[in-house]
């Protein structure tokens, strides 16, 4: 195993499982301050673990639905980014999602079983279908089942290649629904134009409910949540098993034609509004309806035959292996942090026969990291947390002896300082500085200020650099 790992199961829901990642030579951690590296899928997410944990960590931003991507800004387009901390340490971070290249490798990735799209059961749809077919009328209603959305942050724009294509979607719904033509399924609409939310308003799978209501329609608008390289989902496909011509939306190079013709699904931005996109729907033939969705359904047919769910899986593996690597071999790593801190309280503690820690509660990266050290190097030690109220009760009180005892302070804890003196000074303490911004100057300058703070008088001082 040459990386432990916490995923934040919360946040990566559809992250590898662990038997595939144990598979891989990585190892699970149940607790993050066990970990090397830290696993979440928004830049968000990951700031909280920074705050406690710090330069301790490593981490990664793994995010494999590109909406979401796409709102969480700072990890566009980029395979790595840094965070910078109120006290100016830089903490970097994998960045790893559908823009950076690391999450989607072929059209292929959603046709399994747990969309009804693996090679069985796609065969077992489009053989019903051509029996309920065969003697149906050209279709031309169309279906979307959308959900709205319409906070503007779901509406962003880098780049033709880095889009969300939520507003074209709801835009073709209202405007299909608006002219007779198109009816809508889904959450979140407003009152009346929504038929039922179709993932909910039934007791058996959304999925086969979908179909349900799909095998009625003949088209099916069904536009990605965003554009983004092979990210092509279930929406397309289902449509097209369920025998509904795909209204779509892909740039003139997007990967989808590399197993689509382009005189295929009716690809929307190849219209200037949506009024001229379902002119053309109710202007086409019934055989070019067919020749259409026939290819369709030969694209699809060909895309299950080649697709290869464990290869596809071992690939999307190697490539974040790849990434656990790099960000392991970062001059700052994890391991090399905790290896210092570790051996300079090893020391510590043998040489002044601690026999209390305490720590005050506002520096949660010193409590979740060193304090499981030094319990380690000493299970007799006795381990105090305190906030300031806390302490000035005991100070007057004097209900517990901390005579010997160390006091452990990050450096970007300075407005400590007075709290600390006179705990040092009422029970002959001594104070380990963590220095935990990783500054590259012998003695950075918080370091310098605390120690003028101290040296006049008489305080015993400690620093350490993580």
Request: charged content about 25%; some cysteine; glycine content about 4%.
């Amino acid at each position: 195993m040459f990386a432990n790992l916490f995923i934040d199961r919360r946040s990566c829901p559809y992250f590898f499982s662990d038997e595939i990642l144990v598979s891989s030579e990585l190892s699970i951690a149940a607790e993050p301050i066990n970990s090397d590296i830290i696993v979440c899928s928004t830049v968000r997410d990951a700031q909280s673990y920074i705050s406690v944990f710090g330069s301790t960590k490593k981490y990664i931003v793994w995010c494999d639905e590109p909406l979401w991507t796409g709102l969480d800004i700072t990890s566009m387009q980029a395979k790595r980014q840094v965070f910078t901390m109120p006290d100016e340490a830089v903490i970097p971070l994998e960045i790893i999602n559908a823009y950076a290249g690391d999450i989607f490798f072929n059209n292929y990735h959603f046709l399994k079983d747990g969309y009804y799209l693996d090679k069985k059961s796609v065969h077992k749809r489009l053989q019903r279908n051509r029996q309920f077919f065969s003697n149906r009328s050209f279709p031309n209603r169309g279906a979307a089942l959308v959900t709205y959305r319409d906070d503007i942050r779901f509406h962003y724009k880098f780049s033709e290649y880095f889009r969300s294509l939520n507003g074209l979607r709801v835009s073709l719904a209202k405007h299909g629904n608006r002219l007779g033509i198109a009816d809508i399924y889904g959450s979140g609409w407003p009152m009346g134009l929504a038929l039922e939310d179709s993932r909910s308003a039934s007791n058996m799978s959304p999925w086969l409910r979908k179909f349900e209501i799909l095998e009625n329609y003949g088209f099916s608008i069904c536009l990605e949540n965003t554009y983004a390289p092979y990210y092509i989902t279930e929406k397309i496909w289902h449509a097209i098993v369920c025998g509904c011509l795909p209204i779509y939306y892909a740039d003139s190079n997007s990967t989808i034609y590399e197993d689509f013709d382009k005189y295929s699904f009716i690809n929307a931005r190849d219209y200037k509004d949506p009024e001229e996109l379902f002119m053309f729907t109710q202007e086409m033939s019934a055989t070019e309806y067919r020749t259409r969705l026939n290819s369709c359904t030969e694209s699809l047919l060909q895309a299950v035959s080649r697709v290869d769910p464990e290869a596809l899986v071992a690939t999307q593996v190697s490539a974040f292996k790849s990434r656990v690597r790099s960000s392991l071999s970062d001059d700052s790593t994890t391991n090399n942090n905790v290896e210092k801190i570790d051996n300079a309280l090893n020391i510590f503690l043998a040489e002044e026969k601690i026999v209390s820690v305490v720590v005050f509660n506002s520096n949660k990266m010193l409590q979740s990291t060193i304090i499981p050290f030094c319990e380690k190097h000493n299970k007799n030690l006795n381990i105090f947390v305190l906030d300031e109220s806390t302490f000035t009760l005991m100070s007057e009180e004097t209900k517990l002896d901390f005579k010997a005892s160390i006091i452990l302070i990050g450096s970007n804890d300075l407005h400590l300082s007075k709290l600390n003196l006179d705990f040092m000074f009422l029970y002959d303490a001594k104070l380990l500085l963590i220095d935990n911004n990783d500054q590259t100057l012998p003695f950075p300058p918080m370091v310098s200020r605390m120690r003028s703070i101290y040296e006049d008088m008489s305080v015993s001082i400690f620093a350490h650099r993580s």
